[in-house]
């Protein structure tokens, strides 16, 4: 490869959904409407917890911040390609792309430790409940979250600056909808052998770890709730963990497919379509699932609408 196609580009082409004209309309609102939903769906928990003094327990303290992320991981991709759909422009900028993988891994990251951490406080809660107080303090909790920010932030940076030093050829097409780091690291003209090799250990290291926490924590769980004698003790005991546990059923089962059938299926437009799931749908779905199936964060959002009329 000649030098003249080695040199850094000035930006990438994000081609995504913008090849169908004919159907852009509908992506657009069908996008639109989504992050609108998921926008108002995650502050509207955060609001509820924070007026409520009943929900300021270490829980609802996590779910707080797992909605936060969930609103920053959705405005990081879904925003620039509804511009891009409304002014028919494909263009990201080179810095733009960048940045966008940067706070991309840093809220999937801290969405992937915000379960975990969430796991074992329902783990402490059923299989240790006189002592959930005394080890779930808020000292505890408030490390756990700056601890999952320090290692998220560290790890986007150290991906991000490693892209910097990757040569792309003169008007890389991007076949997704954001600059996905695995689609963005094939446009390279280089070897990217390496790199690929440090972000398959970082998926395991930072993704199969703490799901294996997860799996740990609900094995004890399901011990402790099979040594419960009566049903509505196990029924109660499990209902605490239900909405957590669908949670992570959604967000790990479609994040994994996704790099999963990435390795095994090379049809760009299949990705982009799939990535969808855990980019979009999955902090969409979030509020509903924790706010439909808890008691008190419905009777939480009801004194809300309530004081707000």
């Given at each position: 490869?000649?030098?003249?196609?080695?040199?850094?580009?000035?930006?990438?082409?994000?081609?995504?959904?913008?090849?169908?004209?004919?159907?852009?309309?509908?992506?657009?609102?069908?996008?639109?409407?989504?992050?609108?939903?998921?926008?108002?769906?995650?502050?509207?928990?955060?609001?509820?917890?924070?007026?409520?003094?009943?929900?300021?327990?270490?829980?609802?303290?996590?779910?707080?911040?797992?909605?936060?992320?969930?609103?920053?991981?959705?405005?990081?991709?879904?925003?620039?390609?509804?511009?891009?759909?409304?002014?028919?422009?494909?263009?990201?900028?080179?810095?733009g792309c960048i940045t966008q993988i940067y706070f991309f891994l840093l809220f999937?990251?801290?969405?992937?430790?915000?379960?975990?951490?969430?796991?074992?406080?329902?783990?402490?809660?059923?299989?240790?409940?006189?002592?959930?107080?005394?080890?779930?303090?808020?000292?505890?909790?408030?490390?756990?979250?700056?601890?999952?920010?320090?290692?998220?932030?560290?790890?986007?940076?150290?991906?991000?600056?490693?892209?910097?030093?990757?040569?792309?050829?003169?008007?890389?097409?991007?076949?997704?909808?954001?600059?996905?780091?695995?689609?963005?690291?094939?446009?390279?003209?280089?070897?990217?052998?390496?790199?690929?090799?440090?972000?398959?250990?970082?998926?395991?290291?930072?993704?199969?770890?703490?799901?294996?926490?997860?799996?740990?924590?609900?094995?004890?769980?399901?011990?402790?709730?099979?040594?419960i004698s009566s049903v509505y003790g196990k029924y109660k005991a499990f209902s605490?963990?239900?909405?957590?546990?669908?949670?992570?059923?959604?967000?790990?089962?479609?994040?994994?497919?996704?790099?999963?059938?990435?390795?095994?299926?090379?049809?760009?437009?299949?990705?982009?379509?799939?990535?969808?799931?855990?980019?979009?749908?999955?902090?969409?779905?979030?509020?509903?699932?924790?706010?439909?199936?808890?008691?008190?964060?419905?009777?939480?959002?009801?004194?809300?609408?309530?004081?707000?009329?």
């Amino acid at each position: 490869m000649d030098s003249s196609n080695r040199t850094r580009v000035a930006e990438f082409l994000l081609l995504g959904f913008l090849e169908n004209k004919d159907l852009q309309p509908l992506i657009y609102g069908l996008f639109l409407s989504m992050y609108l939903v998921t926008v108002a769906g995650n502050m509207l928990i955060i609001l509820a917890i924070i007026s409520s003094p009943r929900l300021h327990t270490p829980m609802y303290f996590f779910l707080s911040n797992l909605s936060f992320v969930d609103i920053c991981f959705i405005s990081t991709t879904v925003p620039k390609m509804l511009v891009n759909i409304q002014t028919q422009n494909k263009v990201i900028t080179y810095a733009g792309c960048i940045t966008q993988i940067y706070f991309f891994l840093l809220f999937v990251e801290l969405d992937n430790f915000l379960l975990t951490i969430m796991a074992y406080d329902r783990y402490v809660a059923i299989c240790h409940p006189m002592h959930y107080t005394v080890i779930m303090n808020y000292q505890l909790c408030r490390f756990l979250v700056l601890l999952s920010w320090i290692v998220s932030v560290l790890h986007a940076l150290f991906q991000s600056l490693m892209m910097l030093e990757l040569p792309f050829c003169t008007q890389p097409e991007i076949p997704h909808f954001f600059c996905e780091p695995n689609q963005v690291i094939q446009l390279t003209c280089s070897d990217a052998f390496l790199n690929d090799m440090v972000i398959y250990f970082t998926l395991v290291l930072l993704a199969i770890v703490p799901l294996a926490g997860v799996f740990y924590s609900y094995f004890k769980i399901v011990s402790s709730i099979r040594a419960i004698s009566s049903v509505y003790g196990k029924y109660k005991a499990f209902s605490t963990c239900a909405s957590h546990l669908l949670v992570v059923s959604l967000f790990y089962c479609t994040g994994l497919g996704v790099y999963l059938n990435s390795a095994a299926n090379h049809s760009s437009q299949a990705n982009a379509t799939a990535s969808v799931t855990y980019t979009v749908v999955t902090p969409m779905m979030n509020p509903f699932i924790y706010s439909l199936r808890n008691k008190d964060v419905k009777s939480a959002l009801k004194r809300l609408f309530v004081r707000k009329v």
